[in-house]
């Protein structure tokens, strides 16, 4: 799987900051694996204040070299747009299986953005999110991959340790 460009999400970068936390070390070993073989790793501005809700977004990783913040322009609300109305249409029909938060205000925002700027993956741990990528995927309205980071590093790279 090509890792050229990666978004990451906030549930990732949740994981990677707190070393208290059960994913923690499997989190950081796909940050560094990503560090090492990406070239640009993107840090949403969404992201960004999801993740200021619970800690000082100075925390987040903004100084690592290949981080670049990615503002949410007009281009990405318009693809943003375009996800939500298929997406509530597929939740009505129950084609798409999610809880009941919103879909629109986050998910298919950073999706739109993963489309739009042309990531090849990107990584979280939010079931929902995974459900909306899924459909739209199926739907071929995305191109790029969705990594579950619960999965461990050595799964994904095809390492036997």
């Known amino acids: 799987m090509e890792v050229s460009k990666i978004l990451l999400d906030t549930s990732f970068l949740i994981r990677v900051l707190d070393p208290n936390d059960p994913d923690h070390a499997n989190f950081r070993r796909y940050l560094e694996f990503f560090l090492r073989k990406s070239d640009i790793i993107y840090l949403s501005t969404i992201v960004a204040a999801e993740y200021g809700v619970m800690d000082s977004i100075h925390h987040l990783p903004l100084a690592l070299s290949k981080i670049r ?85 050595n799964e994904f790279t095809g390492e036997l340790f």
Not at 89 to 101: E, F, I, L, N, S
């Open 69 to 153: 913040i990615l503002p949410f322009n007009l281009d990405h609300a318009t693809k943003a747009s375009e996800f939500g109305r298929a997406s509530y249409d597929a939740r009505r029909k129950g084609v798409v299986q999610v809880g009941k938060r919103v879909i629109i205000p986050n998910d298919t925002k950073l999706l739109a953005q993963a489309e739009v700027e042309r990531v090849n993956l990107f990584i979280g741990r939010d079931d929902n999110c995974q459900a909306v990528h899924r459909f739209l995927k199926t739907s071929e309205l995305v191109n790029f991959e969705y990594q579950d980071a619960r999965i461990p590093f």
